[in-house]
């Protein structure tokens, strides 16, 4: 049996690879915006596992000093 030893800080995939999609994309369908604000926006969705309907806040990206 061969183990693969990896630091914390080394990326699960290389950047050659393109990028898995992230949970939202991977769970939910987005249904309309239901508003929006300085910190984001809030989306209804359907989830793709039990075909509910929910309503998820997507956050903006911290971009440093002048989110503060």
């Known amino acids: 049996?061969?183990?693969?030893?990896?630091?914390?800080?080394?990326?699960?995939?290389?950047?050659?690879?393109?990028p898995q999609p992230g949970r939202f994309e991977r769970d939910f369908e987005e249904?309309?915006?239901v508003?929006?604000?300085e910190f984001g926006k809030v989306i209804k969705v359907r989830s793709k596992k039990d075909d509910a309907v929910y309503a998820i806040k997507k956050?903006?990206?911290?971009?440093?000093p002048k989110h503060r």
Do not use: A, D, N
């Open 1 to 18: 049996m061969t183990t693969t030893t990896r630091r914390l800080s080394e990326p699960v995939f290389s950047f050659s690879e393109e």
């Open 31 to 33: 249904i309309e915006e």
């Open 35 to 37: 508003g929006s604000g």
């Open 59 to 64: 956050s903006k990206r911290f971009e440093g």
